[in-house]
């Protein structure tokens, strides 16, 4: 049987010892190249479980593994070399840098990860074709609206090929319609990169375009049937 | 997987930003150069003048082993004759130095040597000499350096008319130097010829020793067993005298550039900490990304060390480019009076010039320090989250450290001063700021703390606001605390100073016109028969004389000065210092200076030997006296005892009382007229007197004043910077504002109210701090530097002005930058998250 990408085990996150924790014992397994989504109201935990997973927050109790490798046993640098070359992040205030052109801001994880300057751009640009950016490579954020900043982040958080993209609420600030394009060109670039990951939202279209779709509620993630 | 990548990709991240607002940047390398260019121009400045006396020094004795050297009135000849004759001595070359008065007006130094024996000692300088001895044979013979010839306009074969105790004598040119022999401005003549000239027969001023190969010089010097009042110095001692003379003056100066760096470099780290916290959301998605928290504090510093470089260069060329100026302008003195020479070269010790560059960079690093610290320890996950704001700060944790510092400033406060140097006083005043500073956050939550809170809307917003972001406005405050709290200190400490010597001048000027043979000039006698006729000018009521000289009293240190004049034994009339003591009424009594008390540890009550007329007499000290005029010390007796020790009948100076109704400018002239002292005695009007000693102060203290604005500009542009930075950051706030309905107007003045406030509590802690600091300056620094006591004095209105002033300047600027970040954009403002 093969590792699975993610494995959580009694996983326990509590903020403040006299309030009921966060996350109080969930497992769960994902298999490599799984694309899931998470819905659940809001201040449930759903935000605080993804940022236990990307080593940014940690457990209280219980394991996270990522491709068998246990979480816990890792030192802040490791984590960080974890994130730098297995994830990519979505963010629902997208954190595009201002003062970096589109092309440099898709191109810092490629840099992180020390990959030649003379292979950055084609890969950059390829990857920005596949956003629907294409000859974008030189413009600055503030000209851009905000589906195409999110799609930016998208961008980002693939071109280095991570097998594990973490996205949290990524169209929380969009309007419907950019938030649709914007879900499905998700869905579909994670595939099309070979990846897997979680997709956190509100919206039950944009659980549909998921493998699978859960409901978290603090201890278990409940399989939502995809109507 | 090379970490490098890391690094250099968050450098080129903080590049770009750098690049697209290009503000902060000017401003920390203009920071860092201001502060860096004071203490190098202030320091180039000191190691100038101090290389050119050496150079003055050097030539004096040329390459003689030791120097013996008596006061200005000179030694007899018959030690000559001894000391040449001693085994070991090689060469002993006779010297006089005398300052003759022009019949055209001005003085000019008169060197005289025995050419040949001079010329095998200095070959540059005498060389010439030798050539000529037969010309010098005569004895109006007369040989110009280049500068005295260009500057009298004369040319060899011309004639030069001196003045000597009250009769006409003409020299002839005989020849003049060329300007590589020396720099100085001079006549030569052969030593007899020099000694009748100047009615100084069997008189020497020093005779310059070469000792056989082997001697050790300082050794040989002690078994010379030289008369009382004439010491033997190598060239290495008497070049250490002049530069005690005017270290601890020099070393203030060094500490005041070193403050003028010290905000520098506070500036620095306030622009690079709140440039952090505005970065917050950057530096945590670079962790995010995979930035390892060690490679973002790296790149952090690698930031600070790159600005500092920059600002370290341009500061130190621009450092080296005042420098210059000022030599030009007034010579290498800073208006001091204590270093007199001509010089104009500045000079670039390659090593100190790096130094200073190195500096630059240390301090940006040390600035930058701290917050790459906390950079490195943002939490990436609740940075990236909407709304997130920087956490108060941690208060608690400084007050321990902060109380130490204190501890530690005030017990250093008591330290004895090190090497001659208020060392300790330095240290306490660190300690003291550093702790201050540490307390600025603990200061300002507690004053919000305090406030109530305000029934209109607005007010509360700003209070919300303010108590919100405690650290921020902290890290703003402190640069506004150290400059304003050293102005302070140093206000208070020159206003002590000049207040104490102004009254000072009141006590030691109760005459009505003073007289003074000029100190330079040994060619005009107040003697006794002179003094008869000046008590015979009409208008004269009485007259009192005085006779000053100086006295060798260790050979390393330099020489006290020797007061003579009518003084009863309880010392009055003597700016006195606590009360007179009683002494062996068989010793006569002397009042020693502060500074003589403080340098050779004579105490009231106990006895203190001076070398005078070529023996050691004992005084009984009967008390001390302030003298701001002489640091090195001073000492008053009785001018019936000096008469009676030494036969003379010869003074220096004199005061005159006018009668009832008699004009003092009339009298002053007539006195003049009757004396025929010609430029070799001053006759000066009290008044006048007071004014030029004050002048002089002012011209001594100008380089503080200059220095003192700069801290305070430094401080303020801190203060201008923090809120510009600030207002631009809070765009978003200031939109949102708009939107839910404040008018501009509104939103500008909730800002100014803001920058009014929080400068108001920054000048206020700063007041509290700088009297503190001021204590410590004038109890201990100004006391341990200079030897003398002032009187404590804090200049209200001045300070209350400055304080005003920058309260009303961080209002405006912060009032500016708000327009400037409310300007045009409501709507992309709010949406432009970071
Ligand atoms: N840093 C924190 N400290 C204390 N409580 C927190 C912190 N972050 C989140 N919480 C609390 O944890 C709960 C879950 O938050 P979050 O994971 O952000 O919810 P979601 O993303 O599902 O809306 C909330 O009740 C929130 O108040
Ligand atoms: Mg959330």
Not at chain 2, 59 to 81: C, I, N, Q
Not at chain 2, 186 to 199: E, K, N, Y
Not at chain 2, 672 to 680: F, I, P, V
Request: charged residues 15%; glycine residues 10%.
């Amino acid at each position: 049987m093969s590792v699975p990408l993610l494995a959580l085990a009694g996983l326990v996150r509590r903020y403040q010892a006299d309030r009921p924790a966060v996350i109080d014992g969930l497992d769960f397994t994902l298999a490599a190249g799984e694309w899931i989504a998470i819905m659940g109201e809001s201040g449930v935990g759903k935000s605080t479980l993804l940022n236990v997973i990307a080593g940014l927050d940690r457990a209280d109790a219980g394991a996270v593994r990522v491709d068998g490798v246990e979480l816990a046993a890792l030192d802040d640098d490791a984590l960080t070399l974890l994130r730098r070359q297995s994830m990519g992040f979505v963010f629902q205030a997208f954190h595009v840098l201002p003062y970096l052109s589109v092309g440099r801001n898709v191109a810092l994880p490629l840099a992180l990860n020390g990959v030649p300057e003379r292979e950055i751009r084609p890969r950059v640009a390829a990857m920005l074709v596949d956003v629907g950016l294409e000859g974008m490579f030189e413009r600055l954020p503030r000209e851009l609206s905000g589906g195409e900043l999110q799609r930016v982040a998208i961008a980002r958080a693939l071109v280095h090929r991570p097998r594990l993209v973490l996205a949290d609420e990524p169209t929380g600030n969009l309007d419907p319609k950019s938030a649709a394009q914007v879900l499905a060109l998700l869905g579909r670039a994670v595939r099309a990169h070979g990846g897997g990951g979680l997709l956190i939202t509100h919206s039950r279209a944009a659980a549909a375009s998921a493998d699978r779709a859960y409901e978290f509620d603090g201890r278990t993630l409940v399989p939502l049937t995809v109507p | 997987m090379r970490p490098a990548a890391s690094i250099t990709t968050a450098l080129a991240v903080f590049a770009a930003q750098l690049r697209d607002r290009p503000l902060r940047l000017v401003v920390s390398v203009a920071a860092i150069a201001v502060g860096i260019a004071l203490a190098a121009a202030v320091h180039l400045i000191n190691a100038s003048a101090l290389a050119e006396f050496g150079r003055a020094t050097r030539e004096l004795s040329g390459t003689a082993d030791l120097a013996v050297r008596g006061t200005k009135a000179g030694f007899e000849e018959s030690l000559y004759v001894r000391l040449a004759s001693r085994p070991g001595v090689r060469v002993a070359s006779p010297v006089l130095l005398r300052e003759a008065a022009l019949v055209a007006g001005g003085t000019l130094p008169i060197e005289g040597v025995d050419p040949l024996l001079a010329a095998a000692l200095r070959p540059e300088l005498y060389g010439e000499l030798a050539g000529l001895y037969v010309a010098l044979l005569a004895p109006d013979a007369l040989v110009l350096s280049a500068s005295a010839a260009r500057d009298l306009k004369l040319v060899r074969g011309d004639w030069l008319s001196l003045r000597v105790g009250g009769l006409e004598r003409r020299l002839q040119i005989v020849a003049v130097l060329p300007a590589e022999a020396t720099a100085r401005r001079m006549g030569l003549m052969d030593i007899s010829s020099a000694q009748w000239l100047t009615g100084s027969v069997g008189l020497l001023s020093r005779i310059d020793l070469r000792l056989a190969p082997g001697l050790d010089a300082a050794r040989y010097a002690a078994e010379l067993q030289l008369p009382a009042g004439v010491d033997a110095m190598t060239p290495a001692l008497e070049q250490a005298r002049a530069g005690n003379l005017t270290r601890a003056y020099r070393v203030n100066l060094d500490m005041l550039a070193l403050v003028a760096l010290l905000t520098g470099a506070f500036l620095v780290y306030a622009t690079q900490a709140l440039a952090v916290m505005r970065r917050r959301r950057q530096l945590a998605l670079l962790r995010a990304l995979g930035v390892r928290r060690g490679e973002l504090r790296l790149a952090v510093l690698v930031e600070g060390a790159a600005v500092g470089a920059v600002g370290g260069v341009l500061g130190t060329a621009l450092g080296w480019l005042i420098a210059r100026l000022v030599l030009s302008l007034q010579g290498g003195d800073l208006g001091a009076g204590l270093l007199q020479t001509a010089t104009t070269r500045v000079a670039t010790p390659p090593l100190a010039l790096a130094l200073f560059i190195a500096l630059g960079i240390v301090v940006a690093v040390a600035g930058a320090w701290l917050p790459a610290r906390r950079a490195a320890e943002v939490a990436p996950a609740r940075a990236l989250k909407a709304g997130d704001e920087e956490a108060p700060a941690a208060v608690r944790d400084r007050l321990v450290l902060a109380s130490v510092l204190l501890t530690l400033g005030a017990g250093c406060a008591f330290v004895p001063p090190l090497y001659g140097l208020p060392l300790g006083g330095y240290a306490s005043i660190a300690c003291l700021l550093a702790g201050a500073v540490l307390l600025v956050p603990a200061f300002v939550a507690a004053t919000l703390a305090h406030l109530p809170t305000p029934r209109s809307p607005l007010l509360a917003l700003l209070l919300a606001r303010l108590r919100n972001s405690i650290a921020q406005s902290a890290v703003s405050l402190a640069a506004i605390v150290v400059s304003f709290s050293l102005m302070v200190a140093m206000a208070i400490m020159v206003h002590s100073f000049r207040d104490s010597f102004e009254r000072w001048l009141g006590a030691v000027l109760p005459a009505d016109i003073y007289l003074r043979v000029s100190p330079a000039a040994d060619t005009f006698d107040l003697s006794t028969a002179a003094a008869a006729t000046l008590a015979a000018v009409p208008g004269v009521a009485r007259i009192e004389l005085r006779r000053t000289t100086q006295l060798s009293l260790a050979p390393a240190q330099p020489p006290v000065m020797l007061i003579a004049r009518a003084l009863p034994r309880s010392g009055d009339s003597l700016p006195l210092v606590g009360y007179p003591v009683a002494t062996d009424p068989t010793l006569p009594v002397a009042f020693v200076s502060e500074a003589l008390r403080d340098l050779y540890g004579v105490q009231p009550g106990g006895v203190l030997e001076l070398p005078i007329a070529g023996r050691a007499v004992r005084f009984g000290v009967a008390g001390l006296w302030r003298d701001y005029a002489r640091s090195t010390g001073s000492v008053v007796v009785d001018l019936a005892s000096w008469e009676r020790l030494t036969g003379e009948r010869r003074y220096t100076e004199a005061s005159v009382w006018l009668a009832p109704r008699a004009a003092a400018e009339s009298v002053r002239t007539a006195i003049e007229a009757r004396l025929q002292g010609g430029d070799a005695l001053q006759v000066i009007a009290a008044g006048a007197l007071k004014q030029r000693a004050l002048a002089a102060f002012d011209r001594a203290f100008a380089i503080t004043y200059a220095l003192e604005a700069v801290a305070v500009g430094i401080g303020l542009l801190g203060v201008v910077l923090a809120f510009a930075v600030q207002a631009l950051a809070r765009r978003a706030e200031f939109g949102m504002l708009r939107h839910i309905g404040l008018r501009r107007g509104q939103v500008l003045r909730m800002l100014a109210g803001e920058g009014a406030f929080l400068a108001a509590v920054g000048v206020g802690y700063g007041l509290l701090v700088g009297l503190l600091l001021s204590v410590v300056l004038v109890y201990v620094v100004n006391r341990q530097s200079f030897h003398w006591t002032l009187d404590y004095i804090v200049p209200v209105g001045q300070l209350a002005l400055v304080a005003l002033v920058l309260v009303a300047t961080a209002a405006l600027t912060a009032g500016i930058s708000g327009r400037v970040a409310t300007s045009g954009a409501v709507v992309r403002a709010v949406r432009e998250d970071w």
